[in-house]
C-alpha cells in the first residue's frame, strides 16, 4: 500500500491554457474522489466515482471541469481554458465503499494560473 | 459553499495544553469524522464518530457529538508541537456519497 499518490505536484500555466492531473488511488479502493481547496478554507467536493462510474459532480464544476476513471483505476482531472480563479490545490482521495469508510487523500496537485 | 462550521478560526497554545475545537452542521448525518492536514500535505483521518454514539476516545483524542444541537468537539489532550496543524470536521448528508468538508480551525502548539 502506498498511498495516494498525484501528479504533478505543482502545475504552474498561463490562463487560457488547459491541464490535466492524474490520481492513482490505493488499488482496492473502489471509491474515488476530487477535492479542490483553497487557502485557509476547507477542501470543496468536485465529483465522485465509484469504480468507474461518475455518480455526484458539484454545480461548481462548469463545463471547463472533465473528470474520467477508465477502468476504475486511476483518474485524470481536466481543465479547459484556465482561469485565474482555478488556482487552487487540487486533492485526491480514495476509500473502501462502506458507510464511514475514511478517505485517504494524496498530498495534492498545486495549481498556479498566471 | 461550506455546509460546515468550525470554531475557533485559529488557536494558539501552549505544549501540554488541551486544545478544544468545535464544529456545527447543519443536516442530519449518519457519522461524523475528523481530519488532520499539515501545511501543503493532504488530509488524514483522524477518528469517526457514529449518529448513535455520543463521545469516542482515541490515544489523545476525545470527540463529542450532539445531534440535537448538530454539532460536535473535538479533544487534544496533552498538545505537542507535533500537533500543530489544520482540523477538519466532515460529513456526509443522508441522500449523498459525497463528504462535506468545515472550514477548518488552525491549531499552533509552542513548545
Known amino acids: 500500500d502506498t498511498g495516494v499518490s498525484q501528479n504533478p505536484r505543482h502545475k504552474i500555466t498561463k490562463r487560457g491554457q488547459n491541464v490535466t492531473f492524474r490520481c492513482d488511488p490505493i488499488?482496492?479502493?473502489?471509491?474515488l474522489y476530487w477535492y479542490r481547496q483553497t487557502l485557509g478554507q476547507g477542501p470543496e467536493f468536485l465529483t465522485y466515482?465509484?469504480?468507474?462510474?461518475?455518480?455526484?459532480k458539484s454545480r461548481l464544476l462548469s463545463d471547463r471541469f472533465s473528470a474520467e476513471r477508465p477502468k476504475g483505476s486511476f483518474s485524470t482531472l481536466e481543465i479547459q481554458r484556465t482561469e485565474q480563479g482555478d488556482s487552487a490545490m487540487y486533492l485526491c482521495?480514495?476509500?473502501?465503499?462502506?458507510?464511514?469508510?475514511?478517505?485517504?487523500f494524496g498530498n495534492g496537485t498545486r495549481l498556479t494560473v498566471t | 459553499s461550506q455546509q460546515g462550521e468550525e470554531d475557533p478560526q485559529a488557536l494558539s497554545i501552549q505544549e501540554g495544553e488541551n486544545a478544544t475545537m468545535n464544529c456545527s452542521y447543519k443536516?442530519?448525518?449518519?457519522?461524523l469524522q475528523w481530519y488532520r492536514q499539515n501545511s501543503g500535505r493532504g488530509l488524514v483521518h483522524l477518528i469517526l464518530?457514529?449518529?448513535?454514539?455520543r463521545e469516542k476516545h482515541s490515544g489523545r483524542l476525545r470527540v463529542t457529538l450532539d445531534t440535537s444541537k448538530k454539532s460536535s468537539s473535538l479533544l487534544i489532550t496533552a498538545s505537542r508541537a507535533a500537533d500543530t496543524a489544520s482540523y477538519f470536521c466532515?460529513?456526509?448528508?443522508?441522500?449523498?456519497?459525497?463528504?462535506?468538508f468545515g472550514s477548518g480551525t488552525r491549531l499552533l502548539v509552542r513548545p
Open positions: 482521495a480514495s476509500s473502501l465503499s462502506g458507510e464511514g469508510s475514511p478517505l485517504h
Open positions: 464518530i457514529r449518529s448513535n454514539e
Open positions: 466532515a460529513f456526509r448528508m443522508d441522500s449523498s456519497y459525497k463528504l462535506i
Open positions: 443536516t442530519s448525518i449518519n457519522n
Open positions: 466515482f465509484q469504480n468507474e462510474a461518475q455518480l455526484e
Open positions: 488499488s482496492e479502493h473502489n471509491r
